[in-house]
């Protein structure tokens, strides 16, 4: 338990020390893992541009996510790994400023290599939102008061597997959309971020899948469009109502995740390919594909 918990504060550290500002989500607050900061350490180990490290109260593969001067972590403990934690650091002292825990409703246990605090928390940067492999969501607020808690396999018992969840939550306007793909019962939702309550909820091609959701920037955040894969295809949806707005088949990576770059997507699929939106026809077309 130590060797994992020191493992995760560096991850905490690296984040404080990159990141500069808010990293909202699972890879960076635009969802692409780029940082625009300068002048950062070009090394980083345990003796080096260490400004503090902590130990957690359990295993968190999850990852820090930075939101206004604070670091906030998840992590489970117990040994079904049914006690979900949520911390809340200063970014700057590592002081910590809450923890808040609860108990898991769904299936805990998993492969060895992962945790229950698999999937990365997001934030829209006034409230925080905790997504665990058991399929409990919780939104706390920034000084950690609980605001709803959603226990999605209670309400859907047959969307699990047996190595364990990991696609991250994905916070766009008022909806937290959560993806949940199992041989199972699989599906997609977005959840009203105030409420907690379902304001659309998609079935989705059954077969395990550990990639989480992204944006597709549009001209204005009301032209946004997530992203989320399947083992056949690419679809992309709106946030708001989970509309089908363009589909690519391909047999999508289970694990890594798209990215985009101003109107190109990059879709690991045997290889990479490249697909540009346009807007005008809401639609993509392929530029190139490396195959592996």
């Known amino acids: 338990m130590r060797t994992s918990a020191i493992h995760v504060a560096l991850a905490v550290l690296a984040v404080c020390l990159f990141a500069g500002g808010d990293w909202l989500h699972f890879r960076g607050t635009e969802n692409n893992s780029v940082s625009d900061e300068t002048?950062?350490?070009?090394?980083?180990?345990?003796?080096?541009?260490?400004?503090?490290?902590?130990?957690?109260?359990?295993?968190?593969?999850?990852?820090?996510?930075?939101?206004?001067?604070?670091?906030?972590?998840?992590?489970?403990?117990?040994?079904?790994?049914?006690?979900?934690?949520?911390?809340?650091?200063?970014?700057?002292?590592?002081?910590?400023?809450?923890e808040r825990q609860l108990w898991a409703t769904g299936h805990t246990l998993g492969s060895s290599f992962g945790a229950n605090a698999a999937p990365t928390p997001a934030s829209d940067g006034r409230l925080i939102f905790a997504f665990y492999s058991s399929n409990d969501l919780a939104c706390f607020d920034l000084e950690g008061n609980l605001k709803w808690f959603r226990g999605l396999a209670h309400d859907y018992p047959d969307t699990r597997n047996d190595v364990g969840m990991a696609s991250s939550p994905l916070?766009?306007?008022?909806?937290?959309?959560?993806?949940?793909?199992?041989?199972?019962?699989s599906f997609a939702a977005g959840i009203d971020t105030a409420t907690g309550e379902t304001r659309w909820r998609l079935e989705r091609e059954r077969g395990a899948i550990w990639s989480s959701p992204t944006v597709l920037r549009g001209g204005t955040?009301?032209?946004?469009?997530?992203?989320?894969?399947?083992?056949?295809?690419?679809?992309?949806?709106?946030?708001?109502?989970?509309?089908?707005?363009?589909?690519?088949?391909?047999?999508?990576?289970?694990?890594?995740?798209?990215?985009?770059?101003?109107?190109?997507?990059?879709?690991?699929?045997?290889?990479?390919?490249?697909?540009?939106?346009d807007p005008a026809r809401r639609n993509v077309e392929l530029l190139w594909y490396q195959p592996l």
């Open 171 to 185: 916070v766009l306007g008022q909806t937290v959309i959560v993806q949940l793909q199992t041989p199972a019962e």
């Open 39 to 98: 002048g950062l350490p070009q090394t980083v180990d345990e003796n080096t541009n260490v400004a503090w490290k902590v130990p957690l109260p359990g295993r968190g593969p999850s990852s820090p996510i930075v939101v206004g001067g604070r670091v906030v972590v998840t992590c489970s403990s117990g040994a079904r790994e049914d006690r979900l934690h949520v911390l809340c650091f200063d970014a700057e002292s590592g002081r910590l400023q809450w």
């Open 221 to 277: 955040r009301e032209e946004d469009l997530v992203l989320m894969q399947s083992r056949s295809r690419l679809t992309a949806h709106e946030p708001e109502t989970g509309e089908l707005v363009w589909e690519y088949e391909a047999p999508c990576h289970t694990v890594a995740s798209a990215t985009t770059c101003g109107d190109v997507v990059y879709l690991p699929s045997h290889g990479l390919h490249a697909l540009r939106y």
